[in-house]
């Protein structure tokens, strides 16, 4: 049965930073896409970042071009999201999500791509 766990969400002021985890078990996906989503009270779940196989070949969202880098290590089957100078917008839960498949920039930031999703961490960004 394959799991994402996310780990590392919490409270921060703004300009602050959090570094978040998620670890995936029952398959390897390092040869697979994995990416970052988040969904803010009301809204729709938005794409954040994803990485392909061996991490170099990356996406961001606009919004978090500069300030958010994805990374992964495949032997631990594990990518990190480090969120620096963070803001109140980005208040959200943060989900992890995996791929079967290594997806192409046209589709890497489509909900639908992704067949494993994590349960989510919150991240609230306040004074």
């Known amino acids: 049965q394959v799991q994402l766990v996310e780990s590392g969400g919490g409270w921060v002021q703004p300009g602050g930073s959090l570094r978040l985890a998620c670890a995936a078990s029952g398959r390897s996906f390092s040869r697979s896409t994995m990416g970052w989503f988040r969904q803010a009270p009301g809204k729709e779940r938005e794409f954040v970042a994803a990485a392909r196989m061996s991490g170099s070949n990356t996406q961001y969202a606009d919004s978090v071009k500069g300030r958010f880098t994805i990374s992964r290590d495949n032997a631990k089957n594990t990518i990190y999201l480090q969120m620096n100078s963070l803001k109140p917008e980005d208040t959200a839960v943060y989900y992890c999500?995996?791929?079967?498949?290594?997806?192409?920039?046209?589709?890497?930031?489509?909900?639908?791509?992704?067949?494993?999703w994590g349960q989510g961490t919150q991240v609230t960004v306040s004074s």
């Open positions: 999500a995996a791929s079967s498949l290594s997806l192409i920039s046209s589709t890497i930031r489509s909900l639908s791509q992704y067949d494993y």
